[in-house]
């Protein structure tokens, strides 16, 4: 927690960063014990700690905006969970004053934010809200979606500068509000979810550009085919047949010293392709972790980060992390 003081300038805080990876729930609790054991501890926490409000940091990877129209930030409105692979379908409670206020709010200080009302959001946002909240509609959520998985993402330093923005907006409701940023460390997802230019075929193309509305690529035959990939990436993980050979360990210890040292305009200088090149792909998704540490930090700058859990070597595929506020 981050002040246990309700006073009449802000209200209580909370911050989680955790990664939506869908093999967390494919595969079982028992593959990675000490993994959960440290996820189950914040989600009591953040139980104990009640939050009248949750603001989501979280990302898409082309199952509800496709490239058509890919926009860097969007606050959702109107938000609608899919049922994809590792994720959990149902209607977020987006409490419409917080949401247009926080917009607006954005935009006059000159964050040119897109909105949604009638925003799809998978497990990039859907994984974290479940194993926090349970059901997705059991608390008021906010959800900001980051563009992570196309060209051009936006700067380091302009996740850093919208997610301060949103803490100041929090701080103005006088809440207890609960940031979470949702994603993972150092992966690979080109191979699943390509750019424009190296998709490999002309129907996968079609798929990412207008998610299955023109093509022979649909998206449920998208969705199902991750599915299918990911019950069988599994199973190498678990069988020891395959090993995710992305991992950066070191890189992974590099961000996670770096974003919990105090002083986040390190990230300023960090570049995209300095990223891609270190932490694959996915390793792009730190961009919600920096915007909800931000966000965290300017509600509170009395918060202190910690670093609860770090392996490279689990059966997710993925540089596993755990950070959290108090």
Known sequence: ???QENTSQ???GYLACVPHVPLVTVQGRQAN?????????????FKEFDPELVIVFGGDHYDGIHLNLMPQFVVGQIATALNDCGGYPGRLDIPRDVASAAAAHLVERDFDVATSYAMEVDHGFSNVLHHFLGELDAKPVLPVHINTIADPRPTFRRCRQIGAEIGRFARTLNKRVAFLGSGGLSHQTDFIFPQYDTAPTDVVR????????????SREKWMADIGTGMDKLSGQLLDGSFHASWINEDWDKEFLTALTGGDLTVFDTWTDADVLKAAGYGGSEIRQWIAAVAAAQEFDDRSTLTVDFYSP??????????VHAR
């Open 1 to 3: 927690m981050i002040n």
């Open 10 to 12: 802000n209200g209580q």
């Open 33 to 45: 014990r000490d993994f959960w054991e440290v996820y189950d501890e914040r989600v009591r926490e």
């Open 206 to 217: 079609d798929y990412i550009v207008s998610g299955g509305k023109r093509g022979t690529l």
């Open 313 to 322: 070597n689990t059966t997710l595929a993925v540089g596993v992390g755990i």
